[in-house]
């Protein structure tokens, strides 16, 4: 029997709202905090749940971004004169396998897809996950999880993102079983997916939470098994807000009559409008453009940037952000052409935003936001490496 066994489990979607609604584990995991989203996407909060690092400081906040020189998409523009019916290119399928042709030509290890991204503009962006983020140096220059366990000397497992989260759950379970790790971080994702599709159906969101409560029921009690002090933490990333309207940004910003490129870049997240601004003027123009949408969102102010750990000298990110009120969506955005029921990405103060902590150990009270999650599991790994000496 081991002294002590460490598990973070990570469970993509799993709100702070919905936590509550289901009583999910309630009685297992007794620690329960409310976390605060990291502002973003999962592309944003993964990084930063992996280095404790926010996008003002590792870089990523969505997939893609306005960045002309450094784009490797160039030749995408040759497929735009390809005259093939625009609806052909933008079939879920053929972007599929773009996407899978375009990640092994470029060696990229990371998680790779083309989503729905036009392109004529492709050509003009560059795309923030092109390494393995759970790797070895996968965040460089800064350290992530990976790094930290590796340095530490401990026997340790992180699940392959690239399996289904079935196989990853059996594999933590296995390694409990056989006392092989002294830390273990599981991946889980397939809730995300399921609540974009069917947030307002609990019935269906019940049947996946029940699957959780089994799988986790088992390994508290093969951890109890195998280590006097078995620790498990299931950690989420954000929750889930119901649709409830759609704008059409882009064709606002296309009738002012700007050149893409040349007057203005945009990239056209699901819940945001990222703007660059290259020629001075387009500023005032794009704002017009955008002003019957003053309902539906607005525009962030430098402190709002600042206090959602997005603000960058450089605007990498793009030189305005206009954020819609939460529920409503982007449509077309380059993530997709129709709307899903749910989606996340909307202010960290909507309650439907918050993340959750479950944990059978008590919560330090200074934990309280995904950026957080690296400094607690470091002190873990940290503890457990101590207790070797
Ligand atoms: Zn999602």
Redesign the pocket.
Same mark, same amino acid.
């Given at each position: 029997m081991k002294n002590k066994i460490e598990i973070f489990l990570f469970i *993509?979607?799993l709100g702070w709202e919905l936590v509550q609604a289901e009583h999910f584990l309630e009685k297992e995991l007794p620690e329960r905090k409310k976390m605060r989203m990291q502002f973003g996407? &999962?592309c944003s909060a993964i990084p930063t749940i992996l280095s404790g690092k926010t996008p003002s400081e590792h870089g990523h906040l969505s997939l893609f971004r306005y960045e002309p020189k450094h784009s490797p998409f160039k030749f995408f523009k040759l497929l735009h004169y390809i005259m093939l019916p625009r609806s052909l290119w933008n079939r879920g399928r053929v972007r599929n396998v773009l996407s899978r042709m375009v990640k092994k030509l470029y060696g990229y290890t990371g998680y790779f897809q083309l989503y729905r991204v036009p392109f004529d503009r492709i050509g003009m962006m560059d795309y923030c996950e092109k390494r393995d983020l759970f790797a070895a140096d996968g965040i460089a220059p800064f350290e992530n999880l990976y790094d930290v366990l590796k340095k530490s000397g401990l026997s340790f497992h992180i699940s392959n993102w690239r399996k289904s989260e079935g196989e990853n759950l059996a594999e933590g379970l296995r390694l409990v079983r056989e006392e092989k790790c002294d830390f273990l971080f599981l991946y889980t994702a397939a809730l *995300? &997916?399921l609540e !974009?599709d069917c947030v307002g159906k609990p019935e269906i969101l019940r049947e996946k939470l029940a699957f959780y409560e089994t799988k986790i029921r088992e390994l508290l009690a093969e951890g109890k098994l195998h280590a006097r002090d078995f620790r498990l933490t299931v950690i989420s990333d954000h929750g889930m807000t119901p649709l409830s309207g759609t704008v059409d940004l882009r064709k606002s910003l296309e009738q002012t009559g700007l050149k893409f490129g040349r007057d203005y870049a945009a990239c056209y997240d699901s819940t945001m409008l990222r703007v660059h601004f290259l020629k001075p003027e387009s500023e005032a123009i794009i704002k017009d453009a955008v002003l019957p949408f003053a309902n539906c969102g607005h525009w962030l102010t430098e402190q709002e940037e600042r206090s959602f750990d997005i603000w960058r000298e450089d605007r990498l990110f793009g030189d305005a952000f206009f954020l819609l009120n939460p529920g409503i969506q982007i449509i077309p955005s380059d993530m997709g052409g129709t709307p899903l029921a749910g989606m !996340?990405g909307f202010d960290p103060a909507d309650k439907d935003s918050n993340a959750a902590m479950l944990s059978n150990v008590s919560i330090p009270e200074d934990v309280n936001a995904v950026a957080d999650y690296f400094r607690l599991m470091k002190s873990r790994i940290d503890e457990l490496s101590g207790d070797m000496k």
């Open positions: *993509d979607a996407y &999962s *995300d &997916s !974009h !996340h």
